[in-house]
């Protein structure tokens, strides 16, 4: 990729060639000092106000072009002026006072035929026209260059919000289509667990019911949460609720260990939120494929970094249908990703599963 010279620098090489072109033919030129040697340098110098005065430093050139050695400074300052496009009518009453400075001087002071001033006159006015011609089509070129990256950007930005506005139509019909499906299943669970709790004798059975219903209940508020639909208490998914996963755990029937350390420690929402979807994965992947197994989760802070990990031991029977892999782990990974962690999980030494993550603080 080619490296842009500053500005300050590629305006000082500019201005070095925009006066030491003109002074160079000036003094290749001069025949001793006169007149025209002083009128070349004044208007010369004039250059340096091109920039901000361009009038300024074509009038400074108007003495020096009827003193026979202005040309060359003239040329530039004419540049600049079709360079700043002040209009067709300014530009050509400005090369007016150029050609008469240039053409009335040679007229008075030789004496020629009329073919020879019919060609005079016409080099004067080309050489009037031409810079200044030039300097015009310079600046309408870098206005179109600069409307046409505007056009651009505007189109891709259009075409961005299209593509956002169709995505957004897109996952609106999916929240639509998976709260209306999937709620209304998520919805029965709830009302058939209450009405086993409701119906049953025996304690045991109730509370597994009650347990049922209320992991029904929050599942559906999840489920709208994620979906951005309103309606429906939604659990909180932080670090403060770690503990109560782990005693939902326990309640239905898993050997949990949980070692939290992490007092004192305020995390980003979405660190927290991965955090707590880790230790929820590596909990439900031990209840199904582990079933009975031992289960230890570890949250703690290691100096910037917050590890989680969540291992279980080896199952002593494997149920059926539990081997395979679903898509949890892709997406928890993408989730830790996102939050700017890392996740691994590999099997143990001793048969079991190990899930950690990594998380910054910060």
Known sequence: MPVRRPEPLRRFGWDLLALGIPLLALLVAQDGWGFPLVAGLVATAGLLLRRRRARTALVLCLPALSGGLGWAASWVALYRLG????????????????????????LVRESLGVRDVVLTAAFVLVATAAPLAVGALVALRAELAGSLRRLTTAVDRESMARAEAARAEERAFIAREIHDAVGHHVTLLAFEAAALGVSTQDARTAAAAERMRGLAQQALGEMRLTLGLAGGQVHRTGLDAVPALVHRARESGLRV????????????????????????????????HAPGAPVRVDVRVREQWLEVSVVNDAAVHRPEGSAGAGSGLAGLCERVATAGGELTSSPSADGGFALHAVLPVQ
Do not use: I, S
């Open 83 to 106: 360079r700043t496009r002040p209009g067709l009518l300014p530009l050509g009453g400005w090369a007016v006072p150029v050609v008469l400075a240039a053409l009335v001087p040679v």
């Open 257 to 288: 260990e949980l070692d939290d350390r992490v007092d004192g420690v305020d995390p980003p929402a979405a660190v927290q939120r991965a955090v707590y979807r880790v230790v929820q994965e590596g909990l439900t992947n031990a209840a199904k």
